[in-house]
Structures are given as C-alpha cells and as structure tokens.
C-alpha cells in the first residue's frame, strides 16, 4: 500500500523542526535561531532533484539559518511563518499544477495533521506525537534530525525504480 502511494509522488514538501532537525532550537544572543542540519537528510534533496521530484518546505517559524539551507540544496519553495499549512500546500500544489496524491508530507507535530490528512503519502517521525503516528502511511525508523528524511526519500525513489540509476551515477 505504501508503496503503492510512494510510486505516485512528484513532490515531497517537509517541516522543518522536528522532522528536518531533532526538534530542538537554539536561542543565543543573537536573533536568529540556530538550526542543526543532517547531511544525509541535505544530500536526499539533490537526489530528489536529480530524480525530476520536487521539493520544498512549509514551517510555522522564521529562520535565516533554513533559508540559507534550503537555498544549498536546491529545494524548489520555501514557505516560513505559516501556521496554516494546508492552504501553504495547496498553493504550492496548485503552482506546479499537481494533486494532493501526487505530494509526500513529512511532518510531526499538530500543525501538520490536516496536511498529512490530505497528502497522497503521509510520513512521520518515531518522536511524533500519537495522532500523528496513527493518520500517516510511513513512520521512519530513523530518528527526526537524524537521517529520517533521507529514509523517506529513499523509499520513493525505490518505489519509483530510480534509486539503482542514481547509485550508478556515483560508482
Ligand atoms: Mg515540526
């Protein structure tokens, strides 16, 4: 059924803390929040975008240090401080002319349960809070901030048959 679901996918739209990072933030002395990112988690955007799948990012919060980020890999949107993620998405949907079963949506909190309700391939986090675990296809079995994206990732483009084309590119 997952896989099914995964086969489908022409976008993958993520949160960002607790999903992109380990959930924690950072305050100093300075105004912008620190973020710590997984390289691994990095690199499966570029996959992404080597496989024609888009990309892009939809956090309540407003962080220099995301922005920078998503501007390294590449990620095609970056939507910062929206508490309404559904009407984020769809517009995002709608700008790339796809359909909500066509979107992978990783979040893990309450903020992203109505988009989760609606995308095609609904992922989540092991630190995820109950109703979160029970409305999604996916949970990874790596941790948030640590390689859980990349895992989701991996599982489309193994579902799609272009996970072997892309490791040959690198052997
Ligand atoms: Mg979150």
């Known amino acids: 059924m997952k896989t099914k679901k995964a086969k489908k996918i022409k976008i993958v739209i993520v949160d960002v803390d607790g999903v992109l990072t380990d959930g924690t933030i950072g305050y100093g002395n300075y105004n912008d929040d620190y973020r710590r990112f997984h390289v691994q988690d990095g690199f499966g955007f ?12 939809i956090t309540s919060k407003t962080s220099k240090a995301v922005q920078r980020r998503a501007k390294e890999l590449k ?19 709608k700008k790339y002319k796809l359909k909500s079963e066509q979107a992978c949506y990783i979040g893990d909190d309450l903020l992203d349960l109505a988009v989760l309700n609606v995308a095609g391939f609904a992922v989540t986090v092991p630190q995820a809070c109950d109703d979160i675990q029970h409305c999604v296809d996916y949970v990874t079995a790596k941790d ?22 892309l490791v040959k590119k690198y052997s």
Do not use: P
């Open 75 to 93: 990620i095609n949107m970056v939507c910062q401080k929206t508490d309404k993620k559904l009407i984020v998405f769809n517009k995002i949907l």
């Open 46 to 57: 570029v996959l992404l975008s080597k496989a024609g799948i888009k990309s892009a990012i």
């Open 144 to 165: 948030a901030g640590y390689g859980a994206v990349r895992e989701a990732i991996e599982f489309i483009l193994k579902a799609q048959n272009k996970w072997d084309d």
